[in-house]
Every structure is written in structure tokens, then in C-alpha cells.
């Protein structure tokens, strides 16, 4: 199988430590994270995706705001640039172990931040990756504490 996600959540798998915006997203996460963790391929789409699927119920869900449309552009590019890829709907990534290292080291030094400006999690993200990622529920299959 494979999960299908927006580029700004390449960023957000990175430190997901169960905390979200209400008990049935990180219902919903959880079990991506877990789908993650042993191996599913990610389907990069443009917009509303496997993680916004637990919110689209909600009267004025933000996965349709303009913001979050700046937001993936904006992790699209800088993902893009780390992995000398294109990153856009149809996009195909395998993440294997030392690639979600690599990624957790960019996020970790600043690199693929920008998209991350303004986001109500910036501060509980900068924590987790500062901490080596302790807690993150997307596991490489490395120590983690190698960052």
C-alpha cells in the first residue's frame, strides 16, 4: 500500500509524537505513522490528504486554507532541494532508513524549515528534532539518537 501525503507533511512525519488537533486525527496518524514505520511508499498529492482525512468531517477544515497551500509549496521546494528531486503530485518516495535519517538532519539543522514559519506545532517540532527525536512514531530502523 501506499500513504498519500501533502509536501508539508513530509516535514510533520518527522516529529509526530502523537499530539494533534483531536483524539481521532492522532487516531488516524497513529496508524500512518505505523504504516510509515514498516515501509509503505509515500504518494506525494496536492492537497487534503491521509492525515487531513481525520479533519475533512469539520465545518471549515484548514487543509483548504491558502496557508497551508503556501505551506507545501514552500516543503515541496525545500524536500526538493535536499533530495535533488522534484517534489509534486505524483511524486514516489521510499522512505528507507537513511533516507528519513537524512531528512531528520536537515529538519534538525534548519535546512527544510521554511515551511514550517508560523505553524501553531514549531515550537513542540523544534523540541522533538532538537532531542534527537525521542518519541517520534516514525521509526527509520536506526537508532535515533544517531542524529
Same mark, same amino acid.
Given at each position: 500500500?501506499?500513504?498519500?501525503?501533502?509536501?508539508?507533511?513530509?516535514?510533520?512525519?518527522?516529529?509526530?509524537?502523537?499530539?494533534?488537533?483531536?483524539?481521532?486525527?492522532?487516531?488516524?496518524? #497513529?496508524?500512518?505513522?505505523?504504516?510509515?514505520?514498516?515501509?509503505?511508499?509515500?504518494?506525494?498529492? #496536492?492537497?487534503?490528504?491521509?492525515?487531513?482525512?481525520?479533519?475533512?468531517?469539520?465545518?471549515?477544515?484548514?487543509?483548504?486554507? #491558502?496557508?497551508?497551500?503556501?505551506?507545501?509549496?514552500?516543503?515541496?521546494? #525545500?524536500?526538493?532541494?535536499?533530495?535533488?528531486?522534484?517534489?509534486?503530485?505524483?511524486?514516489?518516495?521510499?522512505?528507507?532508513?537513511?533516507?528519513?535519517?537524512?531528512?531528520?538532519?536537515?529538519?534538525?539543522?534548519?535546512?527544510?524549515?521554511?515551511?514550517?514559519?508560523?505553524?501553531?506545532?514549531?515550537?513542540?517540532?523544534?523540541?522533538?528534532?532538537?532531542?534527537?527525536?525521542?518519541?517520534?512514531?516514525?521509526?527509520?530502523?536506526?537508532?535515533?539518537?544517531?542524529?
Amino acid at each position: 500500500m501506499t500513504v498519500r501525503l501533502r509536501p508539508h507533511h513530509l516535514l510533520c512525519l518527522l516529529t509526530y509524537v502523537g499530539k494533534g488537533y483531536t483524539p481521532a486525527f492522532v487516531a488516524n496518524y #497513529d496508524r500512518i505513522a505505523k504504516r510509515l514505520s514498516g515501509g509503505e511508499d509515500v504518494l506525494v498529492v #496536492d492537497g487534503p490528504d491521509d492525515v487531513c482525512a481525520a479533519l475533512l468531517c469539520e465545518p471549515a477544515p484548514h487543509c483548504f486554507r #491558502d496557508s497551508v497551500v503556501v505551506r507545501d509549496r514552500q516543503a515541496a521546494a #525545500d524536500v526538493g532541494d535536499l533530495l535533488d528531486l522534484t517534489i509534486s503530485a505524483g511524486t514516489r518516495i521510499e522512505l528507507h532508513p537513511a533516507l528519513l535519517v537524512r531528512m531528520r538532519k536537515a529538519f534538525a539543522g534548519g535546512v527544510t524549515r521554511n515551511a514550517c514559519r508560523g505553524c501553531e506545532w514549531f515550537d513542540l517540532c523544534s523540541g522533538i528534532a532538537a532531542g534527537g527525536y525521542g518519541g517520534a512514531r516514525v521509526r527509520s530502523g536506526f537508532a535515533e539518537t544517531c542524529l
